[in-house]
């Protein structure tokens, strides 16, 4: 069985779960990020990373998933939101949209990645009336964001592969 994890990254979060899902994988698993995977043709089975860039996957991997065909899938994804939030389950959905449909989605992931500083220094220039101002509520999450992915986070991911690699047919 030859087996794929590929991730998109800006800033590592999702690199960390992709590195920790690779460590649950059969023997032999290649590790690429998404722009450098030379061919999808051959893996049974392809574990596919994003960050979520408002509400869908980055532009990177929105880019690249769609050249994968007729594969088992897990998905995984770090986000700034909590991860059993409306828009962690609508943003993961989105994503699901953009894999074409000949390929069988066996599982998912998700979990909080810290969130690029500059982005929340952004949010709080804005003025209070502003959909993405800086609220007590965001602080919060933004600081909470900030300690993830986290070892348990890492071994969640494990886990939920772990499931799915079962699920593998070939
Ligand atoms: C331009 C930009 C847009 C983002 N949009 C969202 C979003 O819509 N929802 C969300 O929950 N987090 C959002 N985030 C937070 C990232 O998804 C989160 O920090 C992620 O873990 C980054 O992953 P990476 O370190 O692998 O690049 C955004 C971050 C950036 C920089």
């Known amino acids: 069985m030859r087996t794929l994890v590929t991730y998109s990254t800006r800033t590592g ?6 590195e920790g899902i690779l460590e649950i994988m059969p023997e032999g698993a290649d590790i690429f990020p998404i722009e450098e995977v030379p061919s999808f043709e ?8 994003f960050w979520v860039d408002r509400g869908t996957a ?7 998933i769609i050249r994968i065909k007729q594969k088992q899938i897990g998905l995984f994804g770090t986000l700034g939101a909590y991860p059993d939030s409306d828009h962690a389950q609508r943003s993961m959905e989105n994503v699901k949209k953009l894999v074409h449909s000949d390929n069988q989605i066996i ?3 998700m979990c ?6 500059r982005l929340t220094e952004k949010f709080a220039t ?4 502003h959909p ?8 919060v999450r933004h600081e909470e964001a900030s300690k993830h992915p986290n070892e348990e986070d890492i071994k969640n991911a494990q886990t939920v592969f772990q499931e799915i690699v079962r699920q593998i047919k070939f």
């Open 13 to 18: 979060n999702t690199r960390k779960i992709a």
């Open 42 to 49: 051959g893996y049974d089975f392809i574990a596919v990373g």
């Open 58 to 64: 980055d532009e990177n991997t929105r880019k690249h």
């Open 107 to 109: 599982g998912e992931f």
């Open 112 to 117: 909080q990645g810290k969130i690029d500083p």
């Open 126 to 129: 804005l003025p209070a009336d």
């Open 132 to 139: 993405h101002a800086m609220t007590l509520e965001r602080k």
